[in-house]
């Protein structure tokens, strides 16, 4: 799948692409990396990025690196450890594959701010349709 095919398939998924604001930059066999411009939606009230952005931006970073139209995989588990809060108001997203199985893989999502310093970790287990 190409990037514009890929930005196509996913803008359907419209609570990362729309209303989370999380864009595709990069992808490839079992790889992805997104990002996303933080705004005053992202935080919650003690003016910090709520951490459900990092998990959704995890996940979808997850689902474009594991799923194409003719390949779809779903989450069984995802375990998010938190480092720090963003220095600057960027997130990118960058996910691996650890193992790809028949039926299961294995992914780690890291999450850096524009300034490349880590903010949070996340791996996933799937399962494959």
């Known amino acids: 799948m190409t990037l514009e095919e890929a930005r196509d ?12 604001g999380i864009v595709i930059d990069e992808i490839g066999d079992n790889y992805s ?33 594991t799923n194409t139209p003719e390949h779809l995989t779903v989450t069984t588990n995802g375990n998010i450890s938190y480092y720090s809060q963003p220095k600057d108001d960027k997130l990118i997203a960058t996910c691996k594959c650890m193992k790809e199985g028949r039926r299961f893989c294995f992914y780690e999502s890291t999450i850096t701010d524009g300034l490349n310093n880590i903010v949070a970790k996340v791996s996933f287990n799937g399962a494959h349709l």
């Open 9 to 20: 398939f996913f803008s359907q998924d419209r609570y990362a692409t729309v209303a989370t």
């Open 33 to 65: 990396k997104v990002s996303l411009q933080l705004e005053d939606c992202h935080k919650a009230a003690g003016d910090h990025v709520m951490g459900g952005v990092f998990y959704t931006i995890a996940d979808f970073s997850f689902a474009v690196a």
